[in-house]
């Protein structure tokens, strides 16, 4: 997700480092940068207007079919286990939504680049229709026909939406200083939205009488929809930079940041647990012999709570650091999936989903503000979030087909919750180490400044 424009984006909100002096601060997980544009970009900004608001209307509805399409997959998780893809086992379905996760990021080291060249409408426009023909070939996907499925949902409807998640996000950065952290929230929350908005579509359409076909092309139509609004609302203000980002450059610098190499590390390994929950509470609920309507609204309980940890990770961390909320967060994760061991019952699952949402979203919220404190030159940040994003974004790609491998066909549920809770633990053991080794480092730097006053001062 590398994009020197993102870079070029001011935040006037909450700081999260724990100086607070000349500290950036977050927007859920979209890009973050310093308090003032370099000289050759435009110092004039609208902070509003017609434009400007059309363009962020934009932003939010791609937010809401893109990655708040992608983080409904649980719905989709269980229709195909139970009803559509029975031939297979629950690994092999995990793989098409954590596919279709994994390209969200990854393909932002190329979307990022081609942003930072001008091919904004190019990306946003492809990435639409795209999206768009994905859905309506999986609506004409056949039962059991698991390629027909992966192809179009998996990988398709995944590129597309990578396609889309940097421009979308960076484009702001057009129109707004003093006011870019209140409007990149409101961006933020789109996808946030729609990841409680889509399961409700489709749980109720793909229980009722339309039929699957029927119902993804419903779901399609709507989707087709708002992102044609949002392209006809998005337009862009100010001329690409002269110069782009290094990546080789950076990859090297990254390689000897010990800091920064065990954040990656971190995110890694958190995130094969991370989605677990995500991808099967709905599923859980419903072989718990929890009532299925309930069932089909335990996704929309987790990811409303994910909304409101990403919304209050900007003012916790202010008080706490960022490092010190990550760690916070990522050890509650893991504990709260060692907790689904004992879910059973309605209540099991109303307890879990709003504390690991809650959670989640508090990571969510912090992990590029994290990296944003580990990268010493700002100029590097989209660079190095495109290879964070790109390094950590495997174990999301592994992490429910590996649980979903776990759980087998007799669903034992234990197995995988335990799987998913220790490997989330080690991610945060990773976070800890980075913490440790940063206040080692800042401690030895304090130490040599004043042997430097003494020194100067006999």
Known sequence: MASESKLQTPYTGPPFQEDKEGSETLVGEHPIVKDSDPPSRSDEFPEGGLAAWATVFGSFLIQFCGFGYSTSFGVYQDFYAQHYLTNQTTSAISWIGSLNAFLVTGVGLVSGSLYDRGYFYHLVIAGSLLQSF????LSLSKPNQYYQIFLAQGLGSGIATGLMFVPSTAVIAHYFRRKRTLVLTFVASGSSLGATIHP?????????????????????????ALLLIACLCMRTRLDPPTTTV?????????????PFILMIAGGFFFQIGLYYPMFFLQLDSIKHGISVTFSFYSLVILNVSNCAGRVTSGFIAAYTGVPNLTIVATISCGVLNLGLIGLRNLADVVVLGVLYGYFAGLYIGVWVPLMANLTPDLSELGARMGICFFMSGFGTLIGTPISGALLTSNYTWWIPSLFSGVIALVGSMMYIIMRLMLSDGRSKKRHSSRL???????
């Open 246 to 258: 290094n990546y080789t450059a950076a990859a090297r610098k990254c390689i000897r940041d010990i």
């Open 452 to 458: 430097e006053v003494l020194e100067s001062h006999p």
């Open 134 to 137: 994905s859905l309506f070939m």
């Open 200 to 224: 409700i579509m489709l749980n109720n359409l793909l229980s009722g009488p339309l039929g699957f076909a029927n119902a993804i092309r419903a779901s399609a139509g709507l989707v087709s």
